[in-house]
């Protein structure tokens, strides 16, 4: 804009006899803009994927699970247990992956913590982690006061300065809304960058929950149409740094300082995924 202006300025004072000015620099052009829609880009190609299926367990060449924080109790004030490889809690059925949460007491685990649920909590840490790319995740929330899914990725170290995408959240609380979060080290927990849209259908139908991570800024939709994004401000790693892998966790958590209050009639209550899918740049 400087240069614009210092040429209009240039050209207003004029010189001496009748030569013309000379023409200002065009400006230098600026960053794309955002996105209204995502799909993915031309040129991609899938990379990772789960079609779920396979029934029985969740696939253990691509699936871990995140038991870590059973005994001492689950951050955010979560209420849930979160169960390995146990099929009332994980199962591929039907083509879908079903994590189930329940109303139980898991009293014979060396890790229980007291918990009055199980969940399950998987995560693709040590199998497969990436570095920018277009991510979808088809799913249909469980719904029911106190449930908390969600879809989100994290980085290989220390929380929050690896970062962390939540390409989406759900809380029973507010059935027909869904939101992604960015997390930073400027801005993180509830100083974290969100945006959300309404989605009266997401108990009762499937949703594409996708995401697009590439150098310049993060974009994330529901069915290719976006609702949040966030651009690289280039002021460093603090407010970026996603510029290194990051891993995809799948859970429901119940309770907590999202969940909120807990219905326990509402159990059994079940978080439907259909398939994973990455693509990234050749």
């Known amino acids: 804009?400087?240069?614009?202006?210092?040429?209009?300025?240039?050209?207003?004072?004029?010189?001496?006899?009748?030569?013309?000015?000379?023409?200002?620099?065009?400006?230098?052009?600026g960053p794309a803009p955002a996105p209204q829609t995502l799909a993915v880009p031309a040129g991609y190609r899938l990379v990772w994927a789960d079609e779920f299926d396979k029934a029985g367990l969740p696939d253990a060449s691509r699936w871990d699970y995140d038991t870590g924080m059973n005994k001492q109790g689950?951050?955010?004030?979560?209420?849930?247990?979160?169960?390995?490889?146990?099929?009332?809690?994980?199962?591929?059925?039907?083509?879908?992956?079903?994590?189930t949460a329940r109303r139980e007491e898991m009293r014979d685990q060396a890790d229980w913590g007291g918990q009055k649920y199980s969940s399950a909590r998987l995560l693709t840490r040590g199998k497969a982690e990436w570095t920018y790319g277009f991510f979808e995740v088809r799913a249909k929330m469980p719904c029911g006061l106190g449930t908390w899914p969600a879809i989100w990725m994290l980085g290989l170290g220390q929380?929050?300065?690896?970062?962390?995408?939540?390409?989406?959240?759900?809380?029973?609380?507010?059935?027909?809304?869904?939101?992604?979060?960015?997390?930073?080290?400027?801005?993180?927990?509830?100083?974290?960058?969100?945006?959300?849209?309404?989605l009266p259908t997401a108990c009762t139908a499937f949703h594409d929950y996708q995401m697009l991570w590439t150098p310049q800024r993060v974009s994330f939709a529901v069915d290719g149409r976006v609702h949040h994004v966030v651009d690289n401000k280039g002021s460093g790693a603090a407010q970026w740094p996603f510029d290194a892998p990051q891993f995809l966790i799948l859970n429901l958590a119940i309770g907590g300082d999202l969940g909120g209050p807990v219905d326990d009639a509402i159990f059994p209550v079940k978080y439907e995924i259909e398939h994973v899918r990455v693509y990234q740049a050749p």
């Open 1 to 29: 804009m400087g240069v614009v202006l210092g040429g209009a300025v240039m050209a207003g004072c004029g010189g001496t006899g009748g030569a013309a000015p000379e023409p200002a620099p065009a400006p230098s052009p």
């Open 74 to 99: 689950w951050f955010n004030n979560e209420k849930q247990y979160y169960a390995r490889a146990r099929l009332a809690n994980s199962e591929v059925r039907d083509g879908r992956l079903v994590i």
């Open 159 to 198: 929380w929050p300065a690896t970062g962390e995408l939540d390409i989406l959240e759900h809380q029973g609380s507010a059935p027909e809304r869904v939101f992604s979060t960015v997390h930073t080290t400027s801005g993180h927990g509830a100083q974290g960058v969100t945006g959300a849209t309404s």
